[in-house]
């Protein structure tokens, strides 16, 4: 009985979904190469002020797979985390960070500029998250005041106290921490006011029809206003017209990133028209 509901089962199982999870195991396998294949690269967006002067950049992972070519990271972030290789990836990405920093530093070019790191939830989760972050900035000489680590509100899962704890040791480091996507997570204003934040970034999904959509428009606003009352820096993510940095400059917002100025470049890219 046992065995013929089994085969029916597998009747059922429809070639659609094996497929994809067949394609899910490979990726799984394929990342566990990636670090020691060297198959990961860092890409730089920049980041503007309202007077679009260049102030940084965020550091976005590239994926060079060797049979699919580049990869981007909504294809690989989720199946990282459920391995768990997002831990030594996110560590290559910050030392990456770190190390260019220090080249920056070392006179590479002349103006201090600041990188934003993604940190996923379970990165950040992780019980010695805090002290690998400690020991990559005194490894590498980096100027802590010069990163800004992004996290998201899916931390709002975990116990406030525990998170509030690891970003303020991350805090007493000299980092600076930004809320990436924000607006996006179920987390309520009430939880967000306990996070020792100093950045929201307002997620690309109210931008985009900030010049048509009322709704957006307002919302933008609102977030704006509630930043700066909170005394937190604000960055709108996602610009990709003249109309929405127009909407945005207007409104009081003080940096942006987007399409508009540049997509993500390599970093050598970015050096030579940024960074001179
Ligand atoms: P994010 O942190 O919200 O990064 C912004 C994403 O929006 C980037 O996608 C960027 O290329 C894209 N973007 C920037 N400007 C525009 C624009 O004007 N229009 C549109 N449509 N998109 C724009 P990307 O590089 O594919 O990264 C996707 C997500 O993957 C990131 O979202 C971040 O959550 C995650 N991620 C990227 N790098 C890392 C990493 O090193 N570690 C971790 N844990 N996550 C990462
Ligand atoms: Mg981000
Ligand atoms: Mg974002
Ligand atoms: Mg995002």
């Not at 597998?10 to 497929?19: N, V």
């Not at 960070?97 to 070392?106: D, E, N, P, R, V």
């Not at 303020?168 to 934040?197: H, M, N, V, W």
């Amino acid at each position: 009985q046992a065995k013929a509901d089994g085969r029916n089962l597998f009747r059922f199982f429809d070639p659609q979904m094996q497929k994809l999870l067949g394609e899910r195991l490979a990726l799984e396998s394929d990342l566990k190469q990636a670090l020691a294949g060297r198959q990961f690269e860092i890409y730089l967006q920049p980041q503007l002020a309202s007077d679009r002067r260049v102030t940084g950049a965020e550091v976005l992972l590239r994926w060079h797979h060797p049979e699919r070519g580049l990869v981007y990271p909504g294809y690989f972030i989720t199946a990282a985390e459920h391995t768990g290789a997002i831990h030594d990836i996110g560590v290559w990405v910050f030392e990456q960070a770190c190390l260019l920093l220090t080249k920056w530093a070392g006179g590479a070019i002349t103006r201090a500029l600041t990188l934003a790191v993604n940190v996923s939830a379970r990165q950040f989760r992780q019980a010695d998250f805090v002290d690998r972050v400690r020991r990559l900035l005194q490894q590498t000489g980096a100027n802590p005041k010069l990163i800004k680590l992004e996290l998201t509100e899916s931390l709002a899962l975990d116990s406030v106290d525990e998170t509030v704890a690891k970003m303020l040791a991350l805090r007493e480091l000299g980092l600076a921490i930004a809320l990436d996507d924000f607006g996006t997570g179920q987390s309520s204003l009430a939880y967000l006011k306990r996070l020792p934040l100093n950045e929201l970034k307002i997620d690309q999904s109210f931008v985009r029809d900030i010049t048509t959509d009322q709704n957006d428009a307002v919302l933008v606003q609102t977030i704006i206003g509630m930043a700066q009352n909170l005394n937190l820096e604000v960055v709108a993510e996602g610009v990709e017209t003249e109309q929405q940095l127009d909407f945005l400059v207007k409104h009081g917002c003080p940096a942006y990133q987007g399409f508009f100025f540049s997509e993500p470049v390599p970093v050598t890219e970015f050096e030579r028209k940024f960074a001179a």
